[in-house]
């Protein structure tokens, strides 16, 4: 659908009945997310708060939250975008269907930005004025949630060598200066790090502007992983069948159709304490220095409106964002590293933390034990592929008899029936992950492994729970799938080996220590949540009868050690 506006999309899903109105006075601190959690947990409807304490706009969350919602709003152009980003990612389809490949090759005018005068209808506001939106108690004050962050390249400036992405603005709070300074949280890897890196080698402040609202695909824009050299702007022109228009004031650019404008600099090596935050992974990013963004102006339409969501333990409504990205993509990333036949980045267990992938195993089709080589090429190529880089924790096995990569479940029966633990573990330490990860040494800093599996079934794996004896501080076994154990304690890891050692495991091909053995098994989405975001691979895996030869660590049995650190951050709490 062609939205000039978001007030037109907000109308659209009202008469769709997927839009409810909350006429009543909504307090922005902490009410108003308490009320978008719950509805989103029923999978409930787009939420307009139309009376919102101590601000004049309304404000709008949860129109992503469920796929089919995202995709009416898109329903349009969502086939077109699909198959622009197949040509884009593999050009030789063209060939295959040229009439098709130039109906979508013309929709392409949409790409294209569009330079209008600066918009009448905005009027200059302060920071003040927007809705304060605080959703955990433990924030450091109000956030953008649902910012599209832009900024160009002060070696090579231009509207189609721009970034739009949606990193984290702090609005109030710690020591900015009100109406005059906020925060910007972004993580190492994105494009605006970049652009700031070569901005401070210039001793140049970085232009930035931060647009709120506006048609839903730019939103959805500021999100997209996109092949490289694919502007978001182009994407988000495409998406919305309507160009991206932006204009120029002051040295900045102004997207015409947003609701809310913030313009500002970024002044080299100038920093100040941003968080703590509620985060994706389902705890707070702790208080750390960022770069601070100098007010310059900030602007509103008239009957602007305020978009914003919740970030938590997932699902939330930003994991409908990683399903409408899967809708459009398809098999893009698969497409892009070769042998790779699937990969799922675990929402449950905060995306970036977990990758399960599938891959072809072709380098040693005489060898009978499939020793895993070509998945180790592959899943190094995952590891430096965007987003995805970020992963701690890669599990790989090849395609043959291959699970559903996103039936966890069954992934993970399927491949602790096939690895070999003396052969298949594979570390990274001292590297970089996730900035929102506090499960590391240190912010940005952490461990990766990559665990590859190949073959035959190797063994049975038990569905009962094995009948053991546990030292002193240690209790409460239970199986969370087959072969799977958990166990809780506070003891010693070594107490907890030395003991185990000595019974017979059979059956079991993995054991995971936490501290709250009910609790984790009580699904399997608590499992993969608890192991994968408290676990840094290098510190926390240990084994029965560990062996270390030439650097590589095997074992019998691996132990993940997921209780809660000092260092960890606070988990969140409602």
């Given at each position: 659908m062609a939205y000039r506006t978001l007030q037109q999309c907000i109308s659209d899903l009202e008469k769709k009945g997927e839009l409810i109105r909350i006429l009543e006075q909504v307090n922005p601190d902490l009410?108003?997310?308490?009320?978008?959690?719950?509805?989103?947990?029923?999978?409930?409807?787009?939420?307009?708060?139309?009376?919102?304490?101590?601000?004049?706009?309304?404000?709008?969350?949860n129109m992503f939250g469920t796929l089919d919602r995202s995709k009416f709003m898109f329903r349009d152009n969502l086939e077109i975008v699909k198959k622009l980003i197949n040509l884009k990612?593999?050009?030789?389809?063209?060939?295959?269907?040229?009439?098709?490949?130039?109906?979508?090759a013309l929709n392409g005018i949409y790409a294209l930005p569009k330079k209008v005068r600066f918009p009448r209808k905005f009027k200059e506001i302060q920071i003040k004025d927007l809705p304060q939106v605080k959703c955990w108690k433990e924030d450091g004050g109000a956030f953008i949630t649902l910012p599209q962050v832009y900024s160009e390249d002060v070696e090579n400036p231009g509207i189609m060598n721009s970034n739009l992405g949606m990193y984290r603005v702090q609005l109030s709070g710690n020591d900015y200066i009100p109406n005059k300074e906020v925060g910007m949280h972004y993580q190492i890897h994105r494009g605006i790090g970049i652009h700031q890196k070569k901005a401070n080698e210039e001793g140049e402040s970085l232009k930035v502007s931060v647009f709120v609202g506006g048609p839903p695909s730019h939103t959805f824009a500021a999100v997209?992983?996109?092949?490289?050299?694919?502007?978001?702007?182009?994407?988000?022109?495409v998406l919305g069948k309507r160009?991206?228009?932006?204009?120029?004031?002051?040295?900045?650019?102004?997207?015409?159709?947003?609701?809310?404008?913030?313009?500002?600099?970024?002044?080299?090596?100038?920093?100040?304490?941003?968080?703590?935050?509620?985060?994706h992974l389902g705890y707070y990013s702790l208080k750390h220095d960022f770069p601070v963004l100098k007010i310059h102006k900030v602007y509103a339409k008239e009957n602007a409106i305020w978009p914003f969501t919740v970030v938590g333990r997932p699902p939330q409504e930003d994991s409908q964002f990683g399903a409408l990205i899967h809708e459009i993509s398809g098999k893009a990333i698969e497409k892009e590293i070769p042998g790779l036949k699937a990969v799922n980045a675990v929402d449950a267990a905060g995306v970036h933390p977990l990758l399960l992938a599938v891959g072809s195993e072709r380098y040693t089709p005489y060898n009978p034990t499939k020793q895993p080589q070509e998945l180790l090429t592959i899943a190094n190529h995952i590891l430096g592929t965007g987003q995805m880089s970020l992963a701690k924790y890669v599990f790989i096995c090849d395609e043959e008899n291959s699970p559903d990569v996103n039936n966890e479940k069954e992934y993970f029966t399927h491949f602790l029936e096939r690895v070999n633990w003396k052969r298949d573990l594979h570390f990274q330490t001292k590297t970089t992950i996730d900035t929102l990860d506090y499960s590391g040494d240190g912010l940005n800093?952490?461990?990766?492994?990559?665990?590859?599996?190949?073959?035959?079934?190797?063994?049975?794996?038990?569905?009962?729970?094995?009948?053991?004896?546990?030292?002193i501080g240690f209790s409460n076994p239970q199986l969370v799938s087959n072969g799977n154990l958990v166990v809780e304690g506070k003891g010693e890891m070594k107490d907890l080996i030395y003991s185990l050692e000595k019974q017979s495991l059979e059956g079991i091909a993995l054991i995971t220590l936490v501290d709250d053995t009910t609790f984790t098994t009580e699904n399997f989405t608590n499992w993969l949540w608890l192991t994968f975001t408290r676990s840094n691979p290098a510190n926390d895996i240990y084994?029965?009868?560990?062996?270390?030869s030439n650097k590589h660590f095997s074992c019998s049995i691996p132990v993940i050690d997921a209780r809660i650190k000092e260092h960890h951050a606070p988990v969140l709490e409602r």
């Open positions: 009410e108003m997310a308490s009320i978008h959690l719950d509805e989103f947990k029923k999978g409930g409807k787009a939420i307009l708060f139309e009376n919102v304490k101590g601000s004049k706009y309304k404000v709008v969350s990612t593999n050009p030789i389809s063209a060939l295959k269907n040229p009439a098709d490949a130039l109906f979508t997209m992983p996109l092949p490289e050299g694919m502007s978001e702007l182009s994407f988000a022109g160009r991206f228009r932006y204009s120029k004031k002051d040295g900045y650019t102004i997207s015409s159709d947003a609701d809310f404008v913030i313009c500002g600099e970024i002044h080299p090596n100038v920093k100040k304490p941003e968080g703590p935050f509620g985060d800093e952490g461990s990766k492994v990559v665990i590859a599996a190949a073959g035959k079934v190797k063994r049975t794996l038990t569905e009962i729970e094995p009948n053991i004896e546990l030292p084994g029965l009868n560990a062996e270390h």
